[in-house]
């Protein structure tokens, strides 16, 4: 694995002493209760008590907010304190505490407070810019929206580096990741329905695998292999190359996923009776017969290191991800096992290292992401704030999907949401994940902020609102929508607009209809039958869904009854169009409005 530079910190520690101390333990308690406890553990340098410090601060805990106390002085050193009472709060000056909490706990190491520090600092929620940690805090960061701008080079160096060794730790645990696919594309509303949904089409393919039907044992294999904890199924290899082995006769995919399990067991047997399979086959792709040539040249009686490099690279360049990484391995110079026996014409390159690298990457494996960005970064060039943001996400990205620690609190979140009992629970998991930026958290904090007020000290619905608006920011057109709706329903008619134009924006057609229909009577937005017309008309093309172009001509009809003017070319109706109108007045009123819950 690859190490690139560190860059300097920017602020330095000063608390009592560095030694770590157990995590507190949240789950079902009252956080008020637990904060000190918290605090106690975060001033002997416990890194995850100060991320959960934060998460505290962000969403506006009464206990945390007003007793948790940073100073940081001129020379950049931080303090942290616990105030009994409100004496220690007065005369101090206005800091950023979430962030503040957050980076200390990155700089003592846990990986959390690391994720939660740069998922602020790169979608601009800190409340400074220069620098950072300085700004008055109002309300809790939780309804904070993100500032445009670049991140200052030094704060994104301080960042990445931080960074690097999160993500490292998580693409080493890609394997430990297989299984985790429910956890993280688990959404709390309908979930009931997929795990239905899941069992039945596991039970049917289950079924016709022990009927003998060789496309659903190459199925089950997949189960397998992976797991899937919706349907509590652990990844099982001998389980799954059984399946694959009694597949792999008359299926030559079947044969190609047996081959690479064998590889990674050290098979060389197997590995190549299933490499014969693949190569005799018609029907195999010229990426898998490359890869099957070159099992063939490692392992068979008459080996060949140079033919195995050669017909790795053909597959790497066919666009197998193993052999994009393994070739990338070769370039960079890694003496991995999976290049024994092995010659690779031109290694090792750095370019050409970091040319696979960055294809196998982008098929998503873990490992390439990360060495791609140490070998970015070791590139000549001067470092730029975009070239270090781009490598920081990156980081990030691998980080959020394959890290321990954030995968266990996905693990407990599904479970907690699935339990009624455990609402509270989830939502907690829920809120730290989104305080991480990860995946589905902030629609799922949102829909669980619904059910229980358990973590908003606010009226309702004030935290589903920022919730759902950090799901719009993260581009969920779907979280524009109802945070569109919900504005309105809470009389925020100009915020109701401004999300369902950005909805629009990004493609939604219900989001048009809705700004048509917003357009059209002056909600939020000044009226505009003109723009509204334009809307409606585009729907009427033939190419557009049933419903949608129903609903536009009612809203047709009734704009042309209202202004008097034709909106669009409309068959003439006779002399009952008044009437159809009418009734369309009625109906697209009723049909936008359906819209916009």
Known sequence: MFVSMRSLALLSLSLTATALSGDVPLWGRNLSLAA????????????????????????GEPEASRSARFQVSEEGSIEFQWALGLSLAEGLPALDRPALAYYVGSEKHDPLATLAFSYYVFNGLTLGSSPWWRG????????????EGEVPLPLCQLTLRALQDVAEAAAMNEDGASDAASDLNFFVQNASEVRRLKKEHADWILARSRDGFKSAELSEAAYFIH????????????????LLESAAASSGEAAYLAMLLQAREGDEE????????????????????????????????????TLAGAYLLAAAQLGEPNAQQTLAHAYAGLGVSELSGVQVPGAPNTNRALHFYSLAAKQGRPVSAVNAVALMLRQPGEMTSTRCRKAAETLREVALAYHPDVLQLYSRARKAALSDASTPDALLAFTLLSELGAKNAHTNAAALAKETQSLCWRPQPACEIDYLRRAAWSGSTDAMLRLAALLQRTKDLEGGWRWTKRAEQAGSAEAKLAAGYLQAYGVGTEQDLSGACSAYCSFLREEEPLLARGLAFFQVLRLRLVSGDACCDLPDAGPWAPVGAMLAIVASTSAAAACLS
């Open 270 to 305: 197997q590995i190549l009776d299933k490499a014969q399979l693949v190569i005799q086959d018609p029907k195999a792709p010229s990426m898998q017969k490359a890869m099957a040539q070159h099992y063939l040249h490692r392992f068979g009686g008459a080996a060949n290191a």
């Open 36 to 59: 000190p406890e918290l605090a106690q553990s975060a001033a002997i340098g416990n890194g995850r008590s100060f991320f959960y410090l934060g998460a505290l601060l962000a969403v």
């Open 227 to 242: 797991g899937d904890a919706d349907l509590e199924l652990r990844p099982d290899a001998l389980r799954a190359a059984a």
């Open 136 to 147: 008055t805090e109002a309300v809790p960061s939780l309804s904070r929206e993100p500032q």
